[in-house]
């Protein structure tokens, strides 16, 4: 038995039994792949995968056991590697961090300027993706930390701790006749045409909830993942944005103006989520803390690590 047999078994489960994509993201080949499978199955004398000829189906019951003790050993195999880089070169090294567009251009880059001061021979790497995206690189270990208002905080195998509160706000052209209703309501917003988020995005579910709940079928004429094209759009005098609070600045988005919508939405929290048990290098508790600094360094490393931690990790 060799850890790359375990990475096969490891990648089978996330890759939906599908051996060509398997043998892509380990950089082997097919044939190779079937070949560690085979070899441990031989050695272990039970079967893994339920097979229809060539095809595999999925996992026996010895396979899904298997499986378990695979992730721990792999993960206390990466910890192992993270521990002795941390303590060769505590200042230097590379941090993953998975994040959305939104949280990527508008809530890190004061985070992102205060860590690269702090820790200017660490390489940082922000890799963009969609909330399901983002859960699925931490569980996987394939980043250190994961930022999203989506999924994070409900997640298997993930602890996640908050960030920060937001919620949507309504943007529209200056002089639009919106800005002169008040209290501003949900039937009012029904009467033009909206350009939001698209499903799945940036609490975009928030928003049709509270139209649902009121009964109201709002018009919405476009839906983008980035808050710039809303507000491009919005520009151009084509509808109403609806849109995180955060993503709006009055010096940059001059001609447009934000109306508060925190009492039509319900508020989000923006959450920071790690893998459970993995071992972070020391820059990464830091990275968490400069994001929330009312977080506890002692609590983020006891639940993240699923214990008191035993280190001291000169943090």
Same mark, same amino acid.
């Given at each position: 038995?060799?850890?790359?047999?375990?990475r096969?078994?490891?990648?089978?489960?996330?890759?939906?039994?599908?051996?060509?994509?398997?043998?892509?993201?380990?950089?082997?080949?097919?044939?190779?792949?079937?070949?560690?499978?085979?070899?441990?199955?031989?050695?272990?004398g039970?079967?893994?995968?339920?097979?229809?000829?060539?095809?595999?189906?999925?996992?026996?019951?010895?396979?899904?056991?298997l499986l378990?003790?695979?992730?721990?050993?792999?993960?206390?195999?990466?910890?192992?590697?993270?521990?002795?880089? $941390?303590?060769?070169?505590?200042? +230097? /090294?590379?941090?993953? !961090?998975?994040?959305?567009?939104?949280? #990527?251009?508008? &809530?890190?880059?004061?985070?992102?300027?205060?860590?690269?001061?702090?820790?200017?021979?660490?390489?940082?790497?922000?890799?963009?993706?969609?909330?399901?995206?983002?859960?699925?690189?931490?569980?996987?270990?394939e980043v250190?930390i994961g930022?999203?208002?989506?999924?994070?905080?409900?997640?298997?195998?993930?602890?996640?701790?908050?960030?920060?509160?937001?919620?949507?706000?309504?943007?529209?052209?200056a002089?639009?006749?919106?800005?002169?209703?008040?209290?501003?309501?949900?039937?009012?917003?029904?009467?033009?045409?909206?350009? $939001?988020y698209?499903?799945?995005? +940036? /609490?975009r579910?928030? !928003?049709?909830?509270?139209?649902?709940? #009121?009964?109201? &079928?709002?018009?919405?004429?476009?839906?983008?993942?980035?808050?710039?094209?809303?507000?491009?759009?919005?520009?151009?005098?084509?509808?109403?944005?609806?849109?995180?609070?955060?993503?709006?600045?009055?010096?940059?988005?001059?001609?447009?103006?934000?109306?508060?919508?925190?009492?039509?939405?319900?508020?989000?929290?923006a959450?920071?989520?790690?893998?459970?048990?993995?071992?972070?290098?020391?820059?990464?508790w830091?990275?968490?803390?400069?994001?929330?600094?009312a977080?506890?360094?002692?609590?983020?490393?006891?639940?993240?690590m699923?214990n008191?931690?035993?280190i001291?990790?000169?943090?």
């Amino acid at each position: 038995m060799n850890f790359q047999q375990l990475r096969i078994i490891r990648e089978a489960a996330r890759r939906d039994y599908n051996l060509t994509e398997v043998a892509n993201a380990l950089f082997t080949s097919q044939s190779g792949v079937s070949r560690h499978i085979r070899e441990l199955e031989d050695e272990l004398g039970i079967a893994l995968f339920i097979r229809f000829g060539k095809r595999l189906l999925g996992m026996t019951e010895p396979g899904k056991e298997l499986l378990v003790i695979a992730e721990r050993i792999l993960n206390d195999a990466n910890n192992i590697r993270k521990l002795a880089s $941390t303590f060769a070169n505590r200042d +230097t /090294g590379r941090l993953l !961090v998975a994040t959305t567009h939104t949280q #990527a251009r508008y &809530a890190l880059p004061r985070v992102v300027k205060a860590f690269r001061q702090q820790f200017p021979l660490v390489q940082l790497e922000l890799r963009q993706g969609s909330p399901e995206e983002i859960v699925r690189l931490v569980q996987g270990g394939e980043v250190d930390i994961g930022i999203s208002s989506e999924q994070l905080d409900r997640s298997d195998g993930i602890v996640a701790f908050p960030y920060y509160r937001w919620h949507h706000n309504i943007v529209v052209p200056a002089q639009h006749p919106l800005t002169r209703e008040s209290p501003l309501t949900l039937e009012a917003l029904a009467n033009w045409p909206i350009v $939001t988020y698209q499903a799945g995005l +940036t /609490g975009r579910a928030r !928003v049709d909830e509270a139209f649902a709940k #009121a009964g109201i &079928a709002p018009q919405i004429l476009l839906t983008a993942q980035d808050s710039d094209v809303i507000k491009t759009y919005v520009e151009l005098e084509m509808g109403i944005g609806i849109l995180a609070d955060m993503a709006f600045n009055p010096q940059r988005d001059q001609g447009l103006v934000q109306l508060d919508g925190s009492h039509l939405f319900a508020p989000h929290t923006a959450w920071i989520g790690l893998k459970q048990g993995q071992f972070q290098h020391n820059f990464a508790w830091q990275f968490i803390q400069l994001c929330n600094p009312a977080l506890d360094l002692a609590d983020i490393l006891a639940n993240a690590m699923g214990n008191e931690p035993a280190i001291d990790f000169q943090i």
